[in-house]
């Protein structure tokens, strides 16, 4: 069901396509100014004096309570879920509880402050489309087919005054704009509904002048001031005169009319942000995954969502980064990425996003959420890549997502993610002849020399790209060494997280980043299966492991698995029980345990221990 209030000109209320607008004065009256508060509180004896001024009738309260229910009914269409659209507090007042999108004032209201919001920054062609956009809200005057009373009357009066003050502000941006031309006959038609005032005039007489009409705009001052002398005995103000002589003596000194000084632009600053990550030289082993993602992203004809999940060190960010610079020009808009890791939240991601697009100083919005709204505005009207890495959650997806139709999605996640309009691309680890590949790009004739070696390091690797790119950054720092060496080093488990880190890649750190998503109850499940040793665990092993029952314990090893810490050891679930095996990659195990012994003993006994 979909409700929209407007009280931008007469007061309609539309349920579902259909005009359901209330026909009794006073229940049009309690709606109205429940609409023009939407969602606050509105409290009762301010219900009460705008229904019926200082003289309520005896039973005012009950007739309140009928009057807001029928409201609710209106809006909800039936009984049972028509409780939250209007929202009682008892002994304090009623709310009028709907979307903001719903009520076109609220539109109108965003929309002006994202247009002062661009006019601070100088962004004269978006401050304009979002003060046009604000306007278009409006039907007529504000309530205009109502009788206010003593409460709603000066809402209307500040909504006339609100649109006066977006009209005016579009008309000095468009003025700065050099949109003269097309100004006039509007202003014409202002300057007669409103003849008093200077700053309508004054626009208009420069539009006039910058239109080779010098006569004309003359003429305009003159109405003018016989206008105020008349009707309020003044005359016109010095900035007018001053305008007015600067058009006798032919040379207008200003770039503006009175009045706007706040009107500036913005020194140039738009060009598509390329925040891409360098494309990684080497990507092995993954041309199916590859050619799927690419496919997708360039012949995206909407908005385009792409989920790239793997374990920790299976090679997530590396594909992504390499899918993403392969697909840059298929963005003309811009590319922009974010690792959600290194930020405190999606409102700052958006933060780096809006200041990547709009220039280092626009004006941001407070919220979350308002900051995801003024993206997506941006985003759908241009065509641009959003990359995301060590996304943990549906919901960061749904608030890091572009408006346009042509715009896509690139995320790398550290968990399985459900998103209906999203294509899942899952990555496993290599095979024994992709990590030799792997290894013999980076280390070329050593492994030429050593097949053996190179082939009993990838299976201590695990197919693991992480890891195996340390073992062999190790091997190409130290060229004196052989690969046999490190193999012998690697056959050590307590010895083998600290040979395979290299820098950033530290799979241990990842699978630690990982393992911090989880709750209690997870971590304790995920230590629990690292103990265990086993080349694959039943869910009745694990539930006597943990001491909890077999539903519960088959619970907590898909929440692992759903965390890419774990894996189902076959596709198809065991006979008689209907449960599935679950195994665990030996390198995260041994991470795990690490993980767990840190715990116990601290960082410093940590990495004295598998170094």
């Known amino acids: ?90 002994r304090v007042g009623y709310a ?20 002062r919001g661009e006019l601070d920054a100088g962004r004269l062609e978006e401050a304009s489309a979002a003060f046009r956009g604000a306007l278009e809200e409006w039907r007529g005057g504000p309530l205009c087919d109502l009788d206010p009373g003593e409460v709603l009357a000066p809402h209307v009066t500040r909504l006339r005054q609100e649109r006066a003050a977006v009209l005016e502000q579009r008309i000095e941006v468009d003025l700065v704009l050099g949109r003269h031309l097309e100004l006039i006959g509007e202003l014409r038609v202002l300057v007669q509904e409103y003849p008093t005032h200077e700053g309508l005039h004054a626009k208009l007489m420069l539009a006039l002048h910058r239109s080779g009409m010098r006569s004309e705009a003359l003429s305009v001052f003159q109405r003018l001031r016989v206008s105020l002398i008349d009707q309020l005995g003044l005359e016109p103000s010095a900035s007018t005169r001053r305008l007015h002589q600067e ?4 040379e207008v000194k200003q770039d503006q009319p009175p009045g706007t000084g706040s009107v500036r632009r913005a ?17 092995v082993g993954r041309d199916a995954e590859r050619e799927r993602i690419v496919g997708e992203l360039r012949g995206a004809s909407k908005l385009t969502v792409v989920t790239v999940a793997g374990g920790p060190g299976v090679g997530t960010s590396t594909l992504c980064a390499h899918v993403a610079n392969q697909v840059r020009e298929s963005f003309p808009d811009g590319q922009v990425y974010a690792d959600l890791l290194a930020h405190g939240s999606p409102g700052e991601v958006l933060a ?5 697009i709009r220039g280092p100083d626009c004006w941001l919005p407070a919220s979350e959420q308002e900051r995801a709204d003024l993206f997506r505005s941006w985003t759908a009207r241009h065509r641009m890549l959003v990359v995301l890495d060590n996304v943990a959650g549906a919901e960061q997806l749904d608030l890091l997502r572009p408006g346009g139709e042509g715009s896509a999605v ?109 709750d209690a109850e997870q971590s304790d499940a995920f230590q629990r299966f690292a103990g265990l040793f086993a080349p694959a665990v039943s869910v009745p092993e694990f ?25 189902v050891e076959e596709n ?40």
């Open 543 to 567: 539930a006597r492991a943990c001491l909890i029952g077999e539903r519960l314990a088959e619970s907590r090893l898909e929440q692992l698995v759903e965390a890419q810490l774990v894996e």
């Open 96 to 115: 009028l509880n709907l979307p903001e999108h719903t009520l076109d004032i609220a539109r109108f209201t965003e929309l002006a402050r994202s247009g």
């Open 410 to 518: 690139l995320a790398g996640c550290r968990r399985r993610i459900a998103d209906p309009a999203g294509v899942p691309v899952a990555l496993r680890p290599l095979s024994g002849e992709d990590s030799v590949r792997l290894l013999g790009s980076m280390i070329g004739t050593q492994v030429d020399r050593e097949p053996g070696a190179a082939a009993e390091l990838a299976e201590l690797c695990g197919g693991l790209p992480a890891a195996l790119i340390g073992a062999a950054t190790r091997l190409a720092l130290r060229p004196h060494w052989s690969i046999s060496r490190v193999v012998h080093r690697l056959r050590a488990p307590g010895e083998r997280l600290g040979e395979l880190s290299a820098g950033r890649l530290d799979l241990l750190a990842s699978v630690e980043r990982t393992s911090s998503l989880l």
């Open 247 to 250: 058009l006798l003596d032919g």
């Open 267 to 283: 020194k140039s600053w738009w060009h598509p942000p390329a925040q891409l990550l360098p494309d990684p030289v080497d990507v």
């Open 352 to 356: 780096g996003f809006l200041r990547a």
């Open 1 to 90: 069901m979909t409700v929209g209030v407007r009280v931008l000109g007469e007061l309609e209320v539309v349920r579902d396509g259909l005009v359901v607008t209330p026909s009794q004065p006073k229940v049009r009256q309690l709606l109205a100014l429940l609409a023009v508060n939407w969602n606050k509180v509105v409290r009762t004896e301010q219900l009460r004096a705008e229904l019926w001024g200082t003289s309520p009738p005896p039973k005012a309260s009950t007739t309140l309570q009928v009057y807001v229910s029928n409201i609710r009914r209106m809006l909800a269409g039936e009984p049972r879920s028509a409780s939250g659209t209007v929202v009682h507090r008892p």
């Open 572 to 611: 198809r679930p065991q006979p008689g029980t209907g449960y599935f095996s679950y195994r665990m990659h030996p390198l995260i195990r041994l991470a795990a345990l690490a993980i767990g012994e840190r715990g116990q003993h601290g960082q410093e006994a940590l990495r004295a221990t598998i170094r």
